[in-house]
């Protein structure tokens, strides 16, 4: 069966600092993956989508970026931080079916 | 700008009632729609999808879709407070299984 994997859980950053999110899936070859950032009372907002290694498709232009070194790995990156960049981070990985299955997310605080 | 709407509730039903949470979509050409839950700090889960007009169900959820009028619907039959949770309407975009998302109706079941 699949599994998907994010970290940390958890995050407590300083404005201006870097940022690196992980997530890994297991039990499927070539997904397709994705980056959510869901703020605070809003909804899910979708970042970056990959196709396949070095694949990735911007939705929204930002601080941020992402990075799929390898299948089924895929990185949220951000050289600094701002304030607006606090939420929790979801990934998520489908197959040729459209359904999306997420990870357990990460919660970021910027201060 | 393709649009998902729900009522962000919340939505309050008692012990063993039916909830009716109900979805409209704007993409005409949207082929597949997909219900999670989310509880509070916690990561979506996919309850259901449906793919074709009429009414899916799978154990006490039943989905129900109407493509003309742009419409989609879970019913949760025999509600119980562990039903508790927003539930996140989502429809397919059409590329790399891109899913455009709801921002949530809010469900409360009460005792």
């Known amino acids: 069966s699949q599994t998907i994997h994010q970290w940390p859980a958890t995050l407590v950053q300083p404005v201006g600092s870097p940022l690196s999110l992980e997530c890994t899936v297991e039990?499927?070859?070539?997904?397709?993956l994705y980056w959510y950032r869901q703020a605070a009372g809003r909804g899910l907002q979708l970042l970056f989508y990959?196709?396949?290694?070095?694949?990735i498709s911007s939705e929204v232009p930002q601080n941020l970026s992402a990075s799929r070194p390898q299948d089924r790995q895929f990185i949220l990156s951000s050289k600094k931080l701002l304030l607006s960049d606090s939420g929790f981070y979801l990934c998520a990985w489908s197959t040729s079916v459209d359904t999306q299955y997420f990870g357990p997310g990460t919660r970021l605080t910027v201060l | 700008q393709k649009e998902v709407e729900q009522n962000s509730g919340p939505l309050s039903v008692p012990e063993g009632a039916i909830a009716s949470l109900n979805c409209t979509y704007s993409d005409r050409g949207s082929q597949s729609f997909f219900w999670y839950r989310q509880y509070s700090g916690k990561s979506p889960e996919l309850i259901m999808f449906i793919y074709s007009n009429g009414d899916k169900e799978d154990g006490r959820f039943t989905a129900q879709l109407n493509k003309a009028s742009q419409y989609v619907s879970l019913l949760i039959r025999d509600s119980q407070p562990s039903d508790s949770a927003t539930y996140l309407c989502?429809?397919?975009?059409?590329?790399?299984?891109?899913?455009?998302f709801g921002t949530g109706t809010r469900l409360q079941v009460t005792l």
């Open positions: 990959s196709v396949g290694i070095g694949q």
């Open positions: 989502a429809v397919n975009s059409g590329t790399a299984s891109k899913l455009t």
């Open positions: 039990g499927t070859s070539n997904p397709n």
